[in-house]
């Protein structure tokens, strides 16, 4: 079993940045395939970019292409999700998650450990 723990949101104006964090804990070797997704205010939950963490391969988003960057650091078992001229449509709970499997993808119903979610507001 996978733990997973999100941190670093919080308010910004647009414009600005931002640097989330998910620290990783439990049966880490269990999963090669970690990801972000958002759900904004009354909408549903949305992916925003996967990483495979054995070969580095990234997918994103279109909305976030060239704005966010994904990076997992192995020796630390930590995301990141580094947030680059921020918008007020990125407003939203973000959450990271593990697959188990790596796979191009941002289906909601690949992976099958989440954390509790990070609030995240542009304004």
């Known amino acids: 079993h996978v733990q997973l723990v999100e941190s670093g949101g919080g308010s910004v104006q647009a414009g600005g940045s931002l640097r989330l964090s998910c620290a990783t804990s439990?049966?880490?070797?269990?999963?090669?395939?970690v990801a972000w997704f958002r759900q904004p205010p009354g909408k549903e939950r949305e992916g925003v970019a996967t990483?495979?963490?054995?070969?580095?391969?990234?997918l994103y988003a279109n909305p976030v292409k060239g704005r966010f960057t994904i990076s997992h650091d192995n020796a630390k078992n930590t995301l990141y999700l580094q947030m680059d001229s921020l918008k007020p449509e990125d407003t939203a709970v973000y959450y990271c998650?593990?697959?188990?499997?790596?796979?191009?993808?941002?289906?909601?119903?690949?992976?099958?450990?989440w954390g509790q979610g990070t609030q995240v507001t542009v304004s």
């Open positions: 990483i495979s963490t054995t070969t580095g391969r990234t």
């Open positions: 439990g049966s880490t070797s269990s999963y090669n395939c």
């Open positions: 998650a593990a697959s188990n499997v790596w796979s191009p993808t941002l289906d909601v119903s690949h992976y099958d450990y």
